[in-house]
Structures are given as structure tokens and as C-alpha cells.
């Protein structure tokens, strides 16, 4: 398979793309703009949610479900964000189908089942959450609630990407409510967190925890952390977002509490969301020109067994063996595929899973059997050795901790050459041209210089960084004052 | 809570209706038809959930994920299908809305962002599904397929109730290909056998194994098998169904094999589902008139703790020795919660917890420290006793599986006393309106004495049962021959 694929220097796009269909992970649907998660690509999703999910309900909170249905006018309350959502709301207007009189055998939508109000598919659950959390919220005492919900969600985008940009994609989304605005902020700040963490031990992805410039925070946030990536090609990829929403919901949907000192005060807000784009994230960090490359830790299975044999009974004598070392992998907690398939040969079968970013693979033959050795193959250097079957289990353990190890390391120098400073206008354009990547520039905090820069460049703030220190500055574009450098970047 | 609990006798469905939104499992939401699923109902749901994907995935089931749209042309390929959904279909006509210039801060549907093609959001997958699966497969070497999605779902209902009947439900569907009926049966029967393993061990819910008479069938199949159990007010809920589809829809999206002998033939298919309405039925199957009452293998804490103290040093040292004890207990699997909150009264923690369903609760004061005791009281039976806290994890241990068996006995028990042979129209007739419950019954086979029974009794047939045995009879209403009695009931 990986013959054929497009080499990132040649094309990324189209490499991206072939690694997703070649590799099995999704496809495009008959529905436009909405893809179809397929098993081994959603396994690595189930591998992202249950970790997500752990750490999650580590931090106290609990799951819950919410409609898929906004009704129109609870949509529209908080006016930014409905504002903001607008552009890209399916919507149902008709609960029914009927018989085509003109047409034998087909449907049409049946005009008498006409919806009294609109139905908008969520784009984004704030306006029902807190539609119903106006039902759970009365005193300080049912304060705080943390809630997450896993779920589709539909937001209808001109262009889309499988993974990066789709109609329809899955994601969760966490909706806390709280009695002030420090422990708000408080969450918000664990959330991002938690998403950094996430990023750099699970998918070996190293980011950048930052806050969003005016422009491209959350419609209806006070302030959107986020954690940004940067890919092979030089753009910047964002990976979560985390929203401070103030009492903007609370305002719009009326969500009172009484205080321990009884008055009335409006509920604190914060949401928090990452989506089936770390999908995409993952795969365009550390893949290369010979498919898919994936971290030990979310891989559906980190080692793959193939048999290679001539005859009947070294087929037996191999795959017995190999079931024996699967066994004792197993229980260290090693996920391991065994492919005995005799429809398919060796080697299609070793292009099929390097295709596939499998962290490791192990091949026996009959001589390996006589002597006591196997075959070990890593994925992310193509190193090859012979190892002795003698303590297998430590070292393929020991060999899928520094696979996952040397991706982030990997990512981190990626990242750290792709980085650069520029101190006037004409050094970001020429280092955006000519490398791309993060650029650290001082900027003076004014949407107008911001839109500026992303019409005459295409780049825009990827976020302030958190860690970035103090800095006194110019803005590379009209000279005032600036504090700290931010991230600029062409992105996804 | 229980004080105001409306009881069984005096009204069954307030009864249910109280308990699933006094217990915080599930609520109304302002879409109508759409409920909101609670923490601690979503948290029961989360438990059915991994066990039920564990029993898929032991039986070589993977998961997947395909869109929540179906154009409306896919979605009437299937014409049967198509026909017995198309009452029920919420539908997407347009992917914008936009200003209203008549009501400032007021959104609209754009006309202008009409679809070209009605997007139906699915009430089951079967046709976008089969329309995906068209480019899987091609040889005998790509089948089986057996994927699984978890999923949301639309159908249109116009009586809704809380977890048995909503508009908007998560369910997952099993939809998998095979190259032969053989295959494809054995797998519909697999899969109901796992639904009904499912409901009686980890439910503690007993269910009849059957088959649907034709008129009860899914849209689309040749065969539906399913699970019904026995609620308390004698009336059966449909659990689960597993479907044998035939070559229905291979042939309504063209999706052929070339098998091992190079023809070209159909690919034969199952689908198979079970709901949210499993949290109906759970809840049914065991709540008395004090509230919910949850198996163990399925609730979400299984021991509440709650201590007993005058003042802040027995708080202390009470919650000192309880926090012990949970440690002991959770190391063995046993999950509990704590309830160290000094905002609410012991009193008001019992009766809360009695009303949720725990299993078992704990309660500790001074004394019991001083004589290394503990209070027990046991959900199904209401019991209470005094332990010694030596040995109190196997005790606790013990008991929750004597709460598991105890609720399953008592179930069966109560559908044993609620089913009865009816051998005259008459006596069936007399069942039926004084006592309910399943009765078995010949019938003719056909569908017009199925409707006329239906259409004077309201009963219908729940199932052909599995394991029912051939036994010569009339048909109670015609006097036809029937090889077997079936089962009639008033149905959820």
C-alpha cells in the first residue's frame, strides 16, 4: 500500500487523505460533508474517549445526555453565540414523511407536518443545558455542577475535511455551573489542562496552552483557552478549547442562585469541548511517507504477530508458539493482534499494518522457532532486529515505551525548528512564506491590526501564550506597545 | 421522598413517572418528546453499556460510526423499510438560518439555504448503512462483517413517555454482512441470546426468548427474534430485537459477493438493537412504593455510606473510620459513595438513598465506633441489621450478590404467578381483564385473527416463544389447528 502513497513533500493534502481512506480509519458518506468513522479509526476514538473520559470523572465529573434538538427560540437566546452559529444550522422543519402520489414507491416530506417551531440540530449545547439546568439551579447547595455529555454534534461547513472539518462529528462537551467567577475561571484553567495533558502523554502531540485573541473566541465566551498544535506541514492545528462564559447563558436563560448570605446572583459558566479533530491532530503529527504512525497508548492494538511459514505443519508449529507469546503479552496488558489469515501473504501483510501504524510487529519463521528468536519491527524508526524469545515481554513492554517516548520527542524538536521570532513585519512575512510554523511576534492587541495581518498574510493569532513571559515590544505592524509575543500561524 | 411517592396500586404510571424524576434519572425537556437523561440515570446507562459492548466485542463485534442523516432517497431504498418509518421521521430541509429584519435579535430560516435533497435524520441505519457497506465488500473475503454503533435516534412519536417512548433515544445497533443465511440466522440468534444473558444477570430481569408473528416484525426483516419480560402491572415490554434481514436490503443498495466459486451472489444480513427503554424496564422490573431499586451489577454506587454524629469530634472520628472501610471495600470492587455532607440530616440521606435505589446502605455513629459494629439495610428487603465490622468486606460482598439473586428469584417468581394458559377466547378474555400477566394461547398463524384479537382485547402477540413446546391445539378464536401456544399480553 504504501507504494502508492503521495509523499508529504509532493502533496500533504492528498498524503492526509490517503492515509485516512488506505488506512481504514473513515470515508465520505452519501451525505454531504459527514464521513463515516470506520472500526479501526473509531477504535482509536474509543481509545481517546476512555481515556478523556477517566480523566474526566477524576476531576468530578459525571456524564449525562441533552436533545439533539434546539427549538429556534431557545436557540437564538444568548444572541452571540446564536449569532455565531447561525451559518450553520440544519434544521428540521417537518416531523414526516408520506407516500409521492407522483411517484410510486418514493416519499416526499409531508407538508401537513409542518413543525409549529423550527428544530435546529445542535451545533453546540449551551442553549438547551442551560435551558434545563434553569430547572436544577436554586441555591448555592446545587452548586457546582460539572457535567460532560459525549455526543454528535452538526455544525454545516462549505468545505470539509475528513476528521478536520466535518458536517457532522463527535466530540464531548462539558457544561459546569458555578457560584463565582474565580472558581469558574478556576475550571476553565483545570480543563485546558487536563486537554495539555491529554495531548502530550496520551498522543505524544506537544501543544501550546494559550488564550484566544477577541476575534476567534467561543460566540458567547468571555475568554476561550485552547491548546494548539502545530503540523508537519507548518499549521497550526487546534486541538480543544476551553470556555470562561461569564453569566453570559446565565443572563440569557435567567439562572439565578441564592448566595450563602441569601441575595440572588447569576450563575457562573464555563464549557469545554474536544471532537473527533484529534483524530486528525493525531494522524498528521506522526505520520510519514509510509502511512500511519500512532503512539503505543491510544493504538487498537500496539503489537501485531505475523507467521511466516511454508508448509502446513510450520504454520502450526509457528502460530503455536506466537499464541503462547500473545498470551504472556496479554497479561502484562499488551494488546496484541495475531493475523494467521492464510488468504494474504507475509509480506502484504507487514505493508498492511507499517499502512497502519502499528507501534510494533513481530514475525516468526521456523528458524526463529529452532533458535529461540523472533523478529521485532518498530514502526516509528522501520528498525529491525532479532531479539531472543528469552524475557520478550520486558522488552516489547520496554520498546513501546520509548516508541511512545520518541514520537513526542520527535514532535517536540519538529516543533521547536518550526519555531521562530520575527521583530518586523516584512521578517513574519518572509519567515511565513518561506518556513511557516509558529511565529512569536508582538502585536498590539487590536482586532483591526489582527485583521489586518490575516488579509495581507493569511495568518492568524493562534493564541497568547500561558507560559510566555513578559516582554516589552513593538507591534510588528503599527508599532504600539505590546506586553508579551503571541502566536501567529497559518491553520486548519 | 417516599412519603409522597404515589403507589403502585393507586396509579402505576404517576408511580413510574415520580420515580424516574424524584430519583434524578431522566426529565422533559422543552423538545418536545426529547428527554434529558440525569447524572445518575445516565450513570445506570453507562453500566449497561459497558457490559453489553464487552458481550459484543467477546463475540468479534467492533464498533463504528456512520451519520446521523440519510437522504431521503437512501432512506426509501429500501421500501418497506422506508414505509414503516416514514410517519415518524423528523427531516432536515435547510442548513442556515439567518436575521430576521422583522424582529431584531430574531432568527429565521434562510430560504435561500433550502437542500436540494431532504436529509432524513435516522430513525435505524439500515439504509445508510447497507449504502456504506456497498463498497466494502466485494469477495467472500471481506465478509463477515460485524460492526456495532452506539448512536442517537429519531422517531417521531406522538405519546411519549421517559425512557419507554421518546422522540429523540441512544441505542446501539449491530448491523453485519454475511455470505450465507446459515451465518446470518445463526448470528440474529446469537445476539438475541446475548440480549437475554444480559437481561437476566445483569438486570436480574427474567425474559422470554421468541419470535415476532409477521404483522410485529421490523420494517425490512424476514425474522425478528426478541426478548419480552413481565412488568409489574402485568403488562410485557418488547427489551431487545434482533433481526434477520435477508437479502432485503443487499438487494435494495446492489451489494453483491463474488463467492469462493467466483458467482456473484447477495450478501445476507442481521440487525440487532436494544435502547434506553432497557433503563423502562429496569426501573419497572424491581421499583416498589419507597422508589427506585437497582440491581447491584448495575447501579451506579452500590454502597451509600452515611454517618451518625451529635458534633465534630464524633464527625470526625465516625467519617474517620468510614473513609477506612470504603477503601477496604472499593479494593475488592465494590463501589460506594460517602455521603459526608453536613448540610443535610442522616434522616433526610436515608430516605434519599432509599428512594435512589442503593443497594445496600451503611450507617455508623459513636456507639457503633465504640463496639466495631455497623448498621446494614438491605434496598429489596428493607432489612435492617447490625454487623460486626471483623470481616465486613466479604459480608458486604456476599449480601450484594443475595441482593442480585434475591431481585432476579423475586421477578421470576412474580411472572410465573402472572402467566396463564387460556384454552377458550373467553377464558383468555377473562384473564386478560383480571389479571393480565402473559398468557399462552393457540392461535391460527394468520394475521387477521392476530388484528381481530388485537382490535376487541388490545392484547397482542409478544412473541413465539423459543423454547415453547409442540403441543397440538385449536386456535382459541377460529378453531384452526396451531402447533403451539403463543404469548398474548397487554404491551408497553
Not at 481512506?21 to 464521513?35: K, N, P, Y
Not at 463565582?180 to 484553567?189: L, R, W
Not at 501550546?208 to 502545530?230: H, M, N, W
Not at 522501520?382 to 516489547?396: A, G
Amino acid at each position: 500500500m504504501a507504494k502508492g502513497l503521495t509523499s508529504r513533500k509532493e502533496d500533504y493534502s492528498k498524503w492526509y487523505n490517503e492515509i485516512v481512506e488506505g488506512a481504514d480509519l473513515a470515508e465520505h458518506s452519501a451525505v454531504r460533508g459527514c464521513m463515516v468513522i470506520k472500526p479501526y479509526g473509531y477504535a482509536i476514538w474509543e481509545k481517546m474517549q476512555q481515556q478523556l473520559d477517566k480523566m474526566f470523572k477524576e476531576t468530578g465529573h459525571t456524564n449525562a445526555y441533552f436533545p439533539l434538538f434546539v427549538p429556534k427560540s431557545l436557540f437564538e437566546a444568548e444572541e452571540k453565540n446564536a449569532e455565531g452559529f447561525a451559518k450553520e444550522c440544519a434544521v428540521v422543519t417537518h416531523y414526516r414523511l408520506k407516500s409521492n402520489p407522483d411517484e410510486p414507491g418514493k416519499l416526499m416530506v409531508d407538508p401537513e407536518a409542518k413543525l409549529e417551531e423550527e428544530l435546529v440540530v445542535r451545533p453546540t449545547s449551551e442553549a438547551i443545558i442551560w435551558n434545563t439546568y434553569k430547572g436544577w439551579i436554586q441555591s448555592y447547595r446545587d452548586l457546582p455542577i460539572l457535567v460532560n455529555q459525549w455526543a454528535n454534534v452538526v455544525r454545516w461547513e462549505m468545505r470539509t475535511r475528513l476528521f478536520l472539518r466535518t458536517a457532522e462529528f463527535l466530540w464531548q462537551e462539558g457544561h459546569t455551573a458555578h457560584a463565582s467567577k474565580e472558581e469558574a475561571i478556576e475550571e476553565t484553567v483545570q480543563m485546558v489542562n487536563i486537554y495539555a495533558q491529554f495531548a502530550e502523554e496520551f498522543m505524544a502531540m506537544p501543544v501550546v496552552k494559550g488564550v484566544k485573541s477577541e476575534s476567534e473566541r467561543f460566540a458567547g465566551a468571555e475568554d476561550t483557552y485552547c491548546i494548539e498544535a502545530l503540523m508537519q506541514d507548518g499549521k497550526a492545528l487546534q486541538a480543544g478549547t476551553s470556555h470562561f462564559l461569564g453569566q453570559n447563558f446565565a443572563k440569557a436563560f435567567d439562572v439565578k442562585f441564592a448566595t450563602k448570605e441569601g441575595t440572588q446572583e447569576y450563575v457562573w459558566a464555563t464549557s469545554w469541548g474536544v471532537s473527533t479533530r484529534l483524530m486528525g491532530a493525531l494522524i498528521m503529527t506522526h505520520s510519514d511517507d509510509h502511512g500511519l504512525v500512532l503512539p503505543p497508548k491510544l493504538a487498537p492494538f500496539q503489537v501485531v504477530m505475523i507467521p511466516i511459514y511454508r508448509d502446513e505443519a510450520q504454520f502450526e508449529a509457528v502460530v503455536g508458539r506466537l499464541k503462547e507469546i500473545k498470551k504472556e503479552l496479554e497479561a502484562k496488558g499488551i494488546s496484541v493482534k495475531l493475523d494467521d489469515r492464510d488468504t494474504q501473504k507475509p509480506g502484504w501483510k507487514f505493508a498492511e499494518y507499517e499502512f497502519k501504524g502499528v507501534p510494533l510487529r513481530l514475525a516468526m519463521g521456523p528458524r526463529d522457532l529452532e533458535n529461540g528468536t523472533i523478529e521485532v519491527a518498530r514502526r516509528d524508526t522501520l528498525e529491525k532486529s532479532n531479539l531472543d524469545q528469552n524475557d520478550l515481554v520486558n522488552k516489547v513492554s520496554h520498546l513501546l515505551e520509548k516508541i511512545q517516548e520518541n514520537l513526542f520527542q520527535k514532535s517536540i524538536d519538529f516543533r521547536e525548528e518550526s519555531s521562530h521570532k520575527a521583530d518586523s513585519y516584512d521578517e513574519f512575512k518572509k519567515i511565513l512564506k518561506e518556513k511557516g510554523g509558529f511565529i512569536y511576534a508582538h502585536w498590539d492587541g487590536t482586532t483591526e491590526t489582527e485583521e489586518q495581518i490575516q488579509k495581507e498574510t493569511k495568518a492568524t493569532i493562534r493564541c497568547i501564550p500561558l507560559a510566555g513571559k513578559k516582554e516589552a515590544g513593538k507591534c510588528m505592524v503599527t508599532g504600539k506597545p505590546s506586553e508579551q509575543r503571541v502566536i501567529f500561524a497559518k491553520a486548519y
